[in-house]
């Protein structure tokens, strides 16, 4: 981390106990207090003034920004605003949003960057946001640090489909854990007795439905074995390494590959085995999962039921529900 980094920080967390209103303290003691040159507090306290949170005026100081009014817009902030999920998300949101008269602005922070994303927010006097990130955007720390920022600043969020470590919005959608464990005991039930995971291993995503497969594999001797599918580039080298691991129960986790690797599989797969094997991953809604035969499983995302339930959290002041909405569904 940049020492300004560092130091933004620090103020950040002096602005925690500050009015609006309330004179900041000056540059000079800043630098004296905390040992850092004039041109590190510069920086960090412009990023600040950048965010809205403070402001100089000539001749009288640095003082904490007083919020402006908020609107009655709800942002919509999308990590990938053109999947079919996404796609159901917005739909969602903005029949909600039209019943009770409020506007939508949907933004993505891919190629902009989240301070941009902040002024834009700020521009717009947003007071409600509804985020919808990837499993990898939680295992960024700036992204983390981003949606910590909108929550310290008084804006009101809702978390869609994958939960942001360390931040106390509420969350709808996909709840990790659970529905692999129930996906793992249906293989179970149907006779399985070795089971292959793949994902990407380290991601927090695949570190929770894990979590689940293990929960269901207590008090069993069932072996698991784990692919690690960001070692591999293609859909047909991720289903070659998976077939390789031996298991005949395969759970897929990444939810953005699940359907080409089930293809893959498929292929690679003698039509005289496929009811040998049990597979199971997330789908967009209205995908066709390529797998047949009576060992075939799947979670669906319900993904306008999420944009619906996330306008519902925002406006009925929720705190913190955990809304599961991936049923299991049996392939016949």
């Not at 942002?75 to 796609?87: G, H």
């Not at 019943?99 to 190629?111: F, Q």
């Not at 695949?206 to 293609?234: F, H, M, P």
């Not at 995302?301 to 049996?330: C, F, R, T, W, Y």
Request: proline share 4%.
């Amino acid at each position: 981390m940049l020492k300004y980094q560092k130091m933004r920080q620090i103020l950040e967390e002096l602005l925690n106990n500050m009015e609006p209103g309330m004179a900041f303290p000056p540059v000079r003691e800043l630098m004296a207090t905390y040992g850092v040159c004039q041109s590190t507090v510069l920086r960090a306290i412009g990023e600040l003034e950048e965010a809205g949170l403070l402001q100089r005026k000539a001749k009288s100081g640095i003082f904490v920004s007083t919020p402006p009014k908020k609107r009655s817009v709800t942002a919509l902030l999308l990590s990938y605003p053109m999947s079919r999920s996404s796609n159901d998300i917005i739909r969602g949101v903005q029949e909600r949003l039209l019943e009770s008269r409020r506007g939508l602005l949907l933004l993505t922070w891919a190629g902009i960057g989240f301070q941009k994303l902040e002024k834009i927010l700020d521009d717009n006097q947003i007071g409600s946001a509804i985020i919808q990130p990837s499993s990898d955007d939680v295992d960024d720390v700036e992204f983390i640090n981003f949606v910590q920022r909108l929550e310290k600043r008084g804006i009101r969020l809702v978390i869609a489909d994958v939960a942001v470590p360390g931040c106390r919005a509420s969350f709808v959608g996909e709840e990790n854990s659970h529905p692999f464990r129930e996906m793992t005991l249906e293989m179970l039930s149907s006779g399985v007795k070795s089971l292959t995971v793949a994902g990407k291993m380290g991601n927090r995503v695949y570190a929770k439905r894990l979590a689940g497969i293990r929960n269901a594999l207590k008090k069993t001797d069932i072996s698991l074995k784990q692919v690690d599918l960001s070692e591999y580039s293609t859909a047909e080298q991720k289903a070659a390494a998976i077939l390789k691991s031996g298991g005949k129960g395969i759970l897929l986790t990444d939810a953005g590959s699940s359907t080409a690797i089930a293809y893959e599989l498929r292929l690679a797969i003698p039509e005289q085995d496929l009811s040998g094997y049990y597979i199971g991953g997330v789908v967009e809604p209205g995908e066709s999962w390529p797998i047949s035969g009576k060992g075939s499983a799947w979670l669906q995302k319900q993904s306008l039921e999420i944009g619906h339930q996330a306008v519902d959290m925002l406006q009925s002041q929720q705190s913190s529900p955990n809304i599961k909405l991936l049923p299991l569904i049996k392939g016949q």
